[in-house]
């Protein structure tokens, strides 16, 4: 159980287009979704908290406005990078939790590789 | 400042026993988490402490104390897939989670 989701596994795209990735909840309903980065041999980076039907939270330094989250239901999140650059290139990682309490094991899904040429 | 402490790599032999440590300094503290990551996959979850002491899980065993801030991630018999990235990550006050670097271990046969 506690399967979580990600596509696409990886995408190559040019500079200046937006890219969208899925993060999914198989198997359970996640009220709390989270979006991570993580650059080669550095550990994760949180970007934004996510909540169902609300506003996505997001850490200091990541821009709202380039980094687009929506969590439309309970088992579905999305991260929208929008006109990405070389510099974006990075896996992402999502991660859910049941939510409800207050520490919760966070299930990871398999990353998505972006590189933007 | 919030800081994770991890040695960044180690390296051991297949069939021993080995032992990563955490130590972490944050504002306030609501548990450690283990996880492994394999190189260009996600993590994993491994054990989450809250309670100084130590938590058997298999091969794997984990050890908390709250008074010096210090946790370790105890591997024995050690099998060439274990050969990962283990991160330690701290619940902080807010129940936010602090991810510390990541030691890269690397087993040799």
């Known amino acids: 159980g506690a399967v979580v989701s990600q596509h696409p596994s990886w995408v190559i795209c040019k500079s200046g287009t937006s890219v969208k990735i899925e993060c999914r909840s198989l198997?359970?309903?996640?009220?709390?979704m989270f979006w991570y980065r993580q650059f080669p041999k550095q550990s994760l980076m949180l970007m934004a908290t996510s909540n169902e039907g609300s506003k996505a939270t997001y850490e200091q330094g990541v821009e709202k406005d380039k980094f687009l989250i929506n969590h439309a239901s309970l088992t579905l999140s999305t991260l929208t990078v929008t006109s990405a650059h070389p510099e974006d290139s990075s896996f992402y990682i999502c991660?859910?939790?049941?939510?409800?309490?207050?520490?919760?094991?966070?299930?990871f899904g398999p990353g998505t590789r972006l590189t933007v040429l | 400042g919030q800081n994770i402490d991890q040695p960044t790599e180690m390296t051991a032999t297949e069939g021993a026993i080995v032992q990563i440590n955490c130590t972490y300094q944050t504002s306030g503290f609501n548990g450690l988490f283990w996880y492994q990551q394999h190189a260009g996959e996600a993590p994993t979850f491994l054990s989450y402490?809250?309670l100084d002491g130590l938590e058997e899980k298999g091969r794997f065993s984990s050890f908390l104390s709250r008074s010096k801030g210090y946790s370790y991630l105890l591997l024995k018999e050690l099998q060439m897939k274990d050969s990962a990235s283990y991160l330690c990550?701290?619940?902080?006050?807010?129940?936010?989670?602090?991810w510390g670097a990541g030691t890269k271990l690397i087993i040799k046969p």
């Open positions: 198997d359970f309903q996640a009220t709390t």
């Open positions: 402490n809250v």
């Open positions: 990550a701290v619940v902080d006050s807010n129940y936010q989670l602090i």
């Open positions: 991660s859910a939790s049941f939510g409800g309490r207050d520490v919760d094991e966070q299930f």
